[in-house]
């Protein structure tokens, strides 16, 4: 039996269940249609444009929990609902998992091999996107939270996956360990930097020093319009992540792309001085 339809959303065709774990996937993908209520998210109107409605469909498919419905069956529009390009070369894969609490993954076109940032559920739909665009060589995992179906899309494409050692419990197939030592460069343009904090094994991932696939560490508020740390789910230590984030100041970087929170798009000056200010505020309490 399907959990009812929470109250809060609003009248009409499409609705969000009170089985919703507040991950917030399906307010990142329609935005305006779907916003926070009482710790849920819920429809606050119902999609009225053929944009709305491919937005809906994409809350369908990137809630973890399966929790967007609607009250009949409706016609899957005639496009691309996941991957969802980004900017050039990179795509937001929805199918979240909710091993992962419904983050973010991210698959990332590369001449030399493809990349997957993080994991999805693994999904016949994914599995032959990846397929036709050219498989998957590296898997990048961020930290221990967000592995998901990481080792079935490894066996599936022979991909190497990448971890850091202290979270490597949570991947023991993982072809690839990063420590603290070094930020190494996995393949051209791309670079693993580790940064301790949320987890003790967390990494940042930067791609041709213009993309940063930055896990649970780093995120943008439309609340803020800042970025933000998440400091209620900080498992490791507040204090490391501060210094982690002071360091990671000095890469440059114009896109941000998390595991949870906002994705964002800034000149990298003002991404960078917007760091700093973040740093300077998680110092001072």
Not at 64 to 82: D, G, H, W
Not at 105 to 128: C, H, M, Q, W
Not at 270 to 283: T, W
Request: some cysteine.
């Amino acid at each position: 039996m399907k959990p009812p339809r929470n109250t809060d959303s609003a009248p009409g065709e499409w609705y969000i269940d009170t089985a919703c774990i507040n991950c917030g996937a399906s307010r990142h993908v329609a935005p305006g249609l779907i916003v926070e209520r009482n710790d849920k998210s819920i429809f606050v109107r119902q999609p009225g444009t053929p944009e709305e409605q491919l937005a809906a469909w994409r809350a369908v498919f990137v809630c973890p929990t399966a929790s967007v419905r609607s009250e009949t069956k409706q016609l899957r529009p005639n496009a691309v609902i996941f991957p969802q390009q980004i900017t050039s070369g990179v795509w937001r894969c929805g199918f979240n998992s909710r091993s992962s609490f419904g983050a973010h993954s991210y698959f990332a076109s590369r001449a030399d091999g493809n990349l997957l940032i993080d994991s999805p559920r693994y999904t016949a739909e994914l599995v032959k996107w990846f397929d036709d665009a050219g498989g998957i060589a590296h898997i990048l995992l961020s930290h221990r939270d967000d592995v998901a179906d990481a080792d079935k899309y490894a066996r599936r494409f022979g991909a190497r996956v990448w971890i850091h050692r202290e979270d490597s419990s949570a991947a023991p197939y993982a072809t690839d360990l990063l420590d603290d030592v070094s930020a190494p460069t996995i393949a051209a343009g791309v670079q693993a930097v580790p940064v301790p904090g949320h987890t003790r094994g967390s990494v940042v991932y930067l791609l041709d020093d213009r993309i940063l696939c930055s896990g649970d560490s780093l995120a943008w508020s439309p609340r803020e319009q800042d970025l933000v740390a998440f400091r209620d789910a900080c498992w490791y230590s507040w204090a490391e992540l501060t210094e982690s984030l002071g360091k990671l100041a000095m890469y440059r970087f114009e896109w941000l792309l998390p595991g949870h929170g906002w994705l964002a798009h800034l000149p990298a000056k003002e991404m960078s001085a917007r760091l700093v200010a973040l740093v300077a505020r998680m110092r001072n309490g």
